[in-house]
């Protein structure tokens, strides 16, 4: 399947030090991959996207590099694949403001957000007074230029600035926190996010030389510190980086970069919602069991029987799209065959209109059954009442289906398991596990048709 084509490795380059870093499958193969002349090709001379021809293509062969970003923008409902370059350049033009305002509003409550700089430290108590310790005040007063992030997670020292005075500039920023009094509840919660951003930003895909460049790492903390702002109900949650750094990394303008993450969230945050007694993704893991239960019995027995029924081993592949589990390369490549598979023409309409009724009103609309990717055509054709269910589900009941055999016989306990798919990490091939989550999702809804 691999043997032909140009591999996609060098377009993001891995720092040379890191030498056990998976290589990808993914290879760029002419005829297969959407490039850049057949993604040209599929607009209209107004702009109309021939979004159909485009998933075939996507689906078969991935999305060229260079162009990723603008494709996925299409994906992942930022833009109507029907819409004009007009008004698609007039809805980027108005987002990019909006953005900025939201920015403008953190960086006037924590001025190191837009900065250029980041903290890996708390700047307050959970009552909501100021912290002044000195890793705090050197770690918000990093010289862009001068700093960058230690091999331990930790931010390095300004070199050329003496600790005091980092330690008095920071305080300043500190008693601004408090100087009119008590702050807000809804404050108080997001700047106890900033740090823990930090720490998680510090440690994303760390084998990328992009990430050497300390303005990227700003750019990715400042990304989740608005998002966490504006989503008051989840925040910010470990994991959301892994999401969002590719956004970075394919999509030039921060605005842009951070709406393409706003639409992603849309789709995923529901697994980070969490109650005192339970974590949204819980309710996929539940959804798995019940999958593997009908299309593998015997192994969902075997796993109940070792205490894994909750199926609690898979929580990482459903709570970051599998991004430990492939290659950097390889899960884009698998995410945007996942997109391109549940793709609804209505994504756009539906992310756009507040009101509910106009949501719905739009899902009335006539729209050819090939506008819809593969894996939402067949949730259409089974016309089951219930709320279809999300590919990555299928994808980890593939992967495990995929590694049965292994974990009857080699799984005496849950230590086993984890070992087993952990040693898949870097082996997965991504369009073998999409076409058997297909196979699998299929034979799922003819089970379920059967029932009475």
Same mark, same amino acid.
């Given at each position: 399947m691999w043997s032909s084509g140009e591999p996609a490795d060098s377009y993001y380059e891995v720092?040379?030090?890191?030498?056990?870093?998976?290589?990808?499958k993914f290879k760029i193969r002419a005829g297969k991959t959407l490039s850049v002349r057949k993604w040209q090709s599929a607009f209209s001379p107004e702009g109309l996207l021939d979004i159909g021809k485009t998933l075939n293509r996507i689906q078969h062969g991935g999305i060229h590099p260079s162009i990723r970003g603008e494709v996925w923008e299409f994906l992942l409902g930022c833009y109507d694949a029907k819409s004009t370059y007009e008004e698609r350049e007039e809805i980027r033009e108005q987002r990019r403001i909006q953005y900025a305002r939201l920015k403008e509003v953190c960086c006037e409550i924590f001025p190191v957000v837009g900065s250029g700089r980041f903290i890996t430290a708390p700047v307050v108590t959970e009552d909501g007074q100021p912290i002044q310790e000195p890793l705090v005040a050197l770690e918000t007063n990093q010289d862009k230029a001068s700093a960058s992030p230690s091999e331990?997670?930790?931010?390095?020292?300004?070199a050329g600035s003496s600790d005091a005075d980092n330690i008095v500039a920071t305080s300043e920023i500190v008693k601004e926190l408090t100087s009119h009094g008590p702050l807000d509840k809804k404050i108080i919660q997001w700047l106890l996010t900033l740090h823990q951003i930090g720490l998680d930003v510090v440690r994303t895909d760390r084998t990328l030389v992009f990430y050497e460049k300390k303005e990227n790492l700003s750019k990715l903390w400042d990304i989740l510190a608005v998002y966490a702002w504006i989503d008051t109900d989840v925040g910010y949650c470990q994991g959301m980086s892994d999401l969002c750094s590719p956004m970075i990394m394919l999509l030039e303008d921060e605005a842009d970069a951070f709406w393409c993450f706003e639409r992603l969230m849309r789709r995923l945050r529901g697994n980070f919602r969490c109650t005192d007694s339970s974590v949204g993704v819980e309710t996929q893991l539940t959804t798995l069991a019940s999958v593997t239960q009908v299309i593998d019995p015997k192994l969902h027995q075997h796993l109940d029987a070792l205490g894994g029924g909750d199926y609690l081993f898979a929580f990482r *592949?459903? *709570?970051?799209?599998?991004?430990?589990?492939?290659s950097f390369c390889d899960s884009l490549y698998l995410w945007e065959m996942m997109w391109a598979l549940e793709y609804d023409p209505d994504l756009f309409m539906m992310y756009e209109e507040a009101d509910y009724d106009k949501a719905e009103g739009s899902k009335g609309r006539s729209k050819s059954i090939r506008q819809y990717g593969k894996y939402e055509r067949e949730n259409m054709r089974s016309g089951g009442a219930e709320a279809p269910l999300p590919i990555s589900v299928f994808l980890?009941?593939?992967?495990?289906?995929?590694?049965?055999?292994?974990?009857l016989t080699e799984a005496r306990g849950l230590d086993d398991v984890v070992k087993i798919l952990n040693d898949m990490t870097g082996n997965l091939d991504a369009k073998k596990a999409c076409t058997g989550a297909m196979k699998l999702h299929k034979k799922?809804?003819?089970?379920?048709?059967?029932?009475p």
């Open positions: 720092r040379p030090e890191c030498t056990d870093v998976p290589k990808s331990d997670g930790n931010s390095a020292e300004v *592949m459903l *709570m970051v799209l599998f991004r430990r589990e492939f980890v009941a593939s992967v495990l289906k995929d590694k049965s055999a292994k974990l799922y809804l003819k089970k379920q048709a059967k029932k």
